[in-house]
């Protein structure tokens, strides 16, 4: 009888001892979907790409910009992920101090785009697409119809001025 009892219990504990692994199971992937977002696989272009301009970058109020310089402009786009980037940077550009009309040419694997930028802001579209870890070179030629120095002592001839750029 005695021997009944205990097949009975090495019987249900067994089921028990299932259930609460099972339990447990849910409850360490549940947790773990949560905490790596297994829905996201890609990650976000925005956070991956980069523009870098040869001018230094320079601030108001917290916000960047750069000048380009007349003349040739050599911009480098890269991808720091470790998956292909495909997409357009789009670029804010503004006229230079001395108000004149520019005109952009930009060179990219060996096309020629070229946009007049006038008073109001302006955005120069490019086409890219980065290979993994992949860095290129575009060439941002701006023309100006004379130059554009200022009188506060700054010897750079001024072309234009980049507010903001974007990938998407």
Known sequence: MLDNVFVGFAKYSRKI?????LILSIIVISYS??????EVTESEPKNNVALRFPTPT??????????????SNNIRMINFSDE?????????VYPNPCKDNSI???IHNNLKNRSIIKTNTNSIKIMA???PYQSK??????????????????NRDFGVLVSSWKFR
């Open 104 to 106: 952009i040419e930009v």
């Open 58 to 71: 320079e601030y108001v109020d917290n916000d960047p910009f750069w000048w380009l310089l007349n003349g």
């Open 33 to 38: 979907a949560y905490l790596l977002k297994i």
């Open 17 to 21: 001892v299932g259930i609460c692994l």
């Open 129 to 131: 697409d980065l290979k």
């Open 84 to 92: 292909r980037m495909k997409g357009v940077f789009t670029i804010q």
């Open 137 to 154: 070179d575009l060439d941002l030629r701006v023309i100006n119809s004379k130059s554009c120095f200022v009188s506060n002592g700054d």
